[in-house]
């Protein structure tokens, strides 16, 4: 028997990604009770892949809702190159 373990990770927004964390395999002939189910290494090393794709898809939504305004909705430019910063309140210090 061989067990695929795959991700589906779904945002707010209904976009979808797809990860594959791995493989299991047990032979028929190998089936005793050490063999039933997960072991504890097995399942750590399971848990040890997901968490840094659970973690940058969380990440990654954050970042993506922070884009907008809360109020309008209207998407923030993430580098404004267009406004001066000294119109939006921003002071420069001299690098002496």
Request: glycine share 6%.
């Amino acid at each position: 028997m061989k067990v695929t373990i795959r991700v589906e990770i779904t945002t707010d927004w209904n976009e979808t990604g797809n990860f594959e964390i791995g493989e299991i395999e047990r032979q028929y002939c190998e089936l005793d009770r050490s063999k039933i189910g997960l072991s504890l290494a097995e399942g750590k090393d399971v848990l040890h892949k997901l968490q840094p794709i659970f973690v940058a898809a969380q990440a990654e939504e954050v970042c993506t809702i922070r884009r907008f305004c809360s109020c309008c909705h209207r998407r923030l430019e993430l580098h404004p190159e267009s406004r001066d910063h000294s119109e939006q309140g921003v002071t420069r210090r001299s690098s002496r």
